[in-house]
């Protein structure tokens, strides 16, 4: 059985392999919520967002269901939301908001964060402990 008790971290850096093939599809884009983002200065869920956003929500429940909703408002307004989730297709979230307004891209392997694990160790070659998928919610006014 896993321990589900562990300190887990919400700062995970996309690789930058994933970034270029994004940027490659789609052209630069904004980034509301960025890596190690003190929230007081800078919160991403109060601000508008730009016409082409990227969003690594923090993985914590709330917080990245605070994302999702989001980026559905935002793209209810023509702006185009590109997410990288952990793949969670039998939550409420998934059924209710994703899965009848996004385009869905399951992706092969895991993906190999950046960051801190839970011993306090920096480590950048180690998948992460979810499968993952690019979430994206095309412009629509």
């Known amino acids: 059985m896993k321990n589900r008790n562990l300190n887990h971290k ?9 970034l270029l093939e994004l940027r490659k599809e789609f052209g630069e884009f904004f980034d509301p919520c960025p890596l ?4 007081k200065i ?7 967002w730009m016409k082409l956003n990227y969003i690594n929500p923090p993985y914590s429940r709330k917080l990245k269901e605070a994302f999702i909703r989001k980026a559905f408002e935002e793209s209810r307004k023509g702006k ?3 997410m ?3 793949v969670s297709t ?17 992706l092969k392997g895991r993906v190999k964060f950046r960051g801190v694990n839970t011993k306090g160790e ?19 006014k």
């Open 84 to 86: 990288l989730l952990p």
């Open 36 to 39: 190690h983002n003190d929230i």
């Open 10 to 18: 919400d700062d995970w850096e996309t690789p930058d392999s994933l």
């Open 90 to 106: 039998s939550t409420k979230i998934f059924h209710e908001v994703i899965y009848s307004n996004a385009e869905i891209r399951f």
């Open 80 to 82: 185009t939301c590109i």
């Open 122 to 140: 920096l480590v950048e070659n180690k998948c992460g402990m979810h499968d993952s998928m690019i979430v994206i919610f095309r412009g629509k």
């Open 42 to 48: 800078w919160d991403g869920l109060k601000r508008d």
